[in-house]
């Protein structure tokens, strides 16, 4: 089998080297791409070197799997030319996220929505996947019939030149800014480009992408999201309006049932979910939890999830395997 990885040089990237190697994929043939600038330098995966290719040379390699992870812009002109050529796409950007025939996967929730004729599978935003992984379980019993979402999102979601600044600011150093303001120091409620509505790029993502892949657009949804100086994950604080009542124990009992989410709620010994626990593991931490008063069915969550590997790499290898398991053997 062989598998590309189109952006292999970014933040992202590099999870999804680590991610890649850690679940098995090493043993298939690996082909680097990203842009030009990358064309002839060496990167590292699974202990051997390899020499990073143009988008086009691993396109005519024709690979069974290119995850991509290098913006909308190239995965809108390629991932078309990979399908063309029988590769299955795992696309990391937001290019083809809402298109009603493109499967949006999270694999414990929807992975049935993969048929085996899909040559390009987006991979959903970082801030969706986590929230989902928290609701999916709540919606299925209780159904949700409104979400209040806060997002607390670490700059590595910005990639590499994000990182950068924070650390360079942090040192008092000069360097190119991947953001209006300072970050270190600071936040700001901006993420994305803002739309005419007023609502930013990534409020609407967390709208648009619960609703498809919780499969119910039905569901009010509204949010504001929030940078913040912070590496080692995304948080989020989330009001959760039910259609009928729920049960807190019962709760409880669907989240931790619930694979690939921890429980991290006993708020009498300071536990509760954060980045800096969170940071390289691929579970998605709930804490916090607790029924807000002041209207019925109502609850209260706080979910962290390490955006690079749930968020991002983890979701796309498990999609990877998912794919290569059902229609690659
Ligand atoms: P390169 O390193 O050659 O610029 P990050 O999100 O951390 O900024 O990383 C972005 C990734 O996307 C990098 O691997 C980058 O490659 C890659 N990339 C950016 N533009 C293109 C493009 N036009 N074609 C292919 N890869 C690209």
């Not at 990358?38 to 690979?63: C, L, Q």
């Not at 940071?279 to 916090?288: I, N, P, Q, Y």
Request: hydrophobic share 40%.
């Amino acid at each position: 089998m062989k598998i590309a990885l189109v952006g292999a040089t970014g933040l992202v990237g590099g999870v999804m080297r680590k991610v890649l190697e850690e679940r098995g994929f090493g043993q298939h043939d690996f082909i680097p791409a990203a842009s030009s600038r990358s064309i002839g330098r060496e990167i590292e995966f699974a202990g051997k070197m390899f020499r990073m290719v143009s988008v086009e040379d691993a396109i005519s390699a024709a690979p069974d799997i290119a995850i991509f992870s290098a913006g909308s812009g190239p995965s809108l002109q390629y991932a078309p030319q990979f399908a063309a050529k029988g590769t299955v796409v795992i696309d990391n950007s937001s290019a083809w996220r809402s298109d009603p025939e493109i499967p949006l996967v999270v694999p414990e929730i929807n992975g049935d929505v993969i048929k085996s004729t899909d040559k390009i599978i987006a991979n959903p935003n970082c801030s969706t996947i986590q929230m989902v992984m928290a609701l999916c379980p709540l919606h299925k019993k209780y159904g949700i019939k409104r979400l209040v979402i806060s997002t607390y999102q670490s700059v590595t979601g910005t990639g590499m030149k994000a990182v950068n600044q924070l650390r360079k600011e942090r040192a008092g150093e000069s360097c190119e800014k991947a953001y209006p303001y300072p970050i270190d120091m600071n936040l700001f409620p901006h993420g994305g480009t803002f739309e005419d509505n007023g609502y930013t790029t990534e409020e609407i993502k967390l709208v648009n992408e619960t609703r498809k892949i919780l499969r119910d657009n039905d569901i009010q949804i509204t949010a504001t999201v929030v940078r913040v100086p912070v590496t080692g994950g995304h948080s989020e604080a989330v009001n959760v309006e039910f259609r009928q009542e729920f049960d807190l124990d019962e709760v409880y009992d669907l989240l931790r049932n619930m694979p690939g989410v921890q429980v991290q709620d006993d708020p009498a010994r300071n536990i509760y979910p954060m980045p800096l626990w969170a940071e390289g593991k691929d579970d998605v931490f709930v804490g916090r939890i607790r029924r807000d008063f002041s209207q019925p069915n109502t609850l209260n969550l706080w979910v962290v999830g390490d955006n690079l590997r749930k968020g991002a790499a983890t979701n796309a290898v498990q999609i990877a395997e998912l794919v290569r398991n059902k229609f690659l053997k």
